[in-house]
């Protein structure tokens, strides 16, 4: 099998041999922040948030430039271990979810073009069979679990001593989810809090647009918007109804990714019998990643609501969606042309699927196709002048060291 040259470890920097690669350049993580090639990881970092945050697969970013320079191999690796810790220094689960959700993608889309002996030590990496298309029952079950469609889940697939036959245009996704669960699965990380405070400001001014993300996809909370099974949830808490531990977790985490603050989360929660104000409080800060627990919760996807007996009245819209949170977009989105269109009569329900986006990671929205290279000139124009300025400073700082 060829061993991985140095562009392969730029390309799949969450390799054990990129990270021991980085590890006989960097000797110190904290000297390394200080540093002006770490300045320029964090913001290289940030650079890679900001593309996580504003990622859409219908109309993806043209994939990172690997550098030609083997000098900046390194530092262009660094950006991927600075980017996972300014994202578990922010604490906020759905911003790491999204940061894995394009990650995923970006290594992905190098993959499909990859030599086969690279796509093996891929696979291998991330614990699946080498060559063939099973994989066992184990491994699958996570991997189905964030895969919507009713033919992903394991009662509807074949299963052979213990592997899980998936055809082969099947298994594609089956790398891309594996790899996001990985990916997944390490984060959030235990950074010191020295660390945490070196990166200070670059997590601050992620978090603020990540709260200006969450604005502009959902903007100002629209009740008649929420799903039937979020509306009927709603309804039973104002008529005091006994309510289950999964519907007050569906209403509550779909309310907070929606934007709707802790205050307003609890007081709705004032009419149910027995209702403990510090208990409520405790709980949706727990939700919210508030509690100091640094996992922020995204709603269940429709699969999971189903299985608890609390998808009910689904209408046509439910039809298109497998997350409640998708149905909250389109049915805004909707609102929005609808008062918009009705000058031109236009119909404009095929532009919102493709619109939309679908929710973080935890709720499982994901859609199939990638088409890496699609054109977002402004953006990449940007990325490449931020890169350039990158790879200057990276120059003039050798040569100060020299
Ligand atoms: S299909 Fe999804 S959005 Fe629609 S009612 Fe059921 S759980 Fe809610």
Same mark, same amino acid.
């Given at each position: 099998?060829?061993?991985?040259?140095?562009?392969?470890?730029?390309?799949?920097?969450?390799?054990?041999?990129?990270?021991?690669?980085?590890?006989?350049?960097i000797s110190s993580l904290e000297e390394f922040l200080k540093s002006p090639k770490g300045r320029i990881a964090v913001h290289e970092a940030?650079?890679?948030?900001?593309?996580?945050?504003?990622?859409?697969?219908?109309?993806?970013?043209?994939?990172? &430039?690997? %550098?030609?320079?083997?000098?900046? $191999?390194?530092?262009? @690796?660094?950006?991927?271990?600075?980017s996972r810790i300014l994202v578990s220094c922010a604490q906020d689960r759905a911003l790491i979810d999204r940061l894995v959700r394009y990650q995923s993608w970006l290594f992905y889309s190098y993959?499909?073009? &990859?030599? %086969?002996?690279?796509?093996?030590? $891929?696979?291998?990496? @991330?614990g699946l069979p080498e060559g063939g298309n099973s994989i066992p029952?184990?491994?699958y079950v996570p991997i189905a679990s964030r895969l919507g469609e009713d033919h992903w889940r394991l009662i509807n697939r074949v299963v052979v001593r213990g592997q899980v036959q998936v055809n082969p245009l099947e298994y594609d996704r089956v790398i891309r989810e594996r790899l996001r669960y990985v990916m997944a699965q390490q984060l959030p990380l235990k950074v010191p809090s020295r660390i945490c405070d070196l990166v200070k400001p670059a997590v601050e001014r992620i978090q603020a647009?990540?709260?200006k993300r969450?604005?502009?996809?959902?903007?100002?909370?629209?009740?008649?918007?929420?799903p039937p099974c979020i509306q009927a949830i709603l309804q039973a808490i104002a008529g005091n109804g006994h309510l289950t531990h999964m519907a007050r977790f569906a209403v509550t985490a779909f309310l907070h990714n929606i934007g709707m603050d802790t205050t307003h989360i609890v007081e709705l929660y004032g009419n149910t019998p027995h209702f403990d104000l510090r208990k409520t409080m405790y709980q949706v800060e727990h939700i919210s990643g508030r509690g100091g627990t640094g996992n922020d919760y995204t709603s269940p996807l429709c699969a999971t609501m189903k299985t608890h007996g609390i998808c009910v009245h689904p209408d046509s819209t439910c039809g298109r969606i497998n997350h409640p949170l998708s149905y909250y977009k389109i049915?805004?989105?909707?609102?929005?042309?609808?008062?918009?269109?009705?000058k031109t009569g236009r119909d404009t329900s095929a532009d919102l699927r493709q619109d939309d986006p679908g929710p973080s990671?935890?709720?499982?929205?994901?859609?199939?196709?990638?088409?890496?290279?699609?054109?977002?000139?402004?953006?990449?124009?940007?990325?490449?002048?931020?890169?350039?300025?990158?790879r200057q400073e990276f120059r003039k700082d050798e040569n100060k060291s020299e």
């Open positions: 099998m060829a061993p991985l040259d140095k562009k392969d470890l730029a390309k799949y920097p969450f390799l054990r041999e990129s990270q021991a690669y980085i590890g006989t350049v940030m650079q890679t948030l900001e593309n996580a945050l504003s990622f859409n697969e219908k109309n993806p970013p043209s994939l990172p &430039e690997i %550098p030609a320079d083997a000098y900046e $191999i390194p530092y262009f @690796i660094a950006v991927y271990p600075v993959l499909q073009k &990859e030599d %086969p002996g690279v796509e093996i030590i $891929i696979r291998r990496e @991330i029952v184990i491994d647009a990540w709260q969450i604005l502009e996809e959902f903007g100002s909370v629209e009740e008649s918007a929420f049915k805004k989105k909707e609102k929005k042309q609808n008062g918009k269109d009705t990671q935890s709720g499982g929205h994901s859609p199939d196709s990638v088409a890496p290279g699609a054109d977002d000139r402004n953006k990449d124009e940007k990325r490449s002048k931020i890169s350039g300025m990158a």
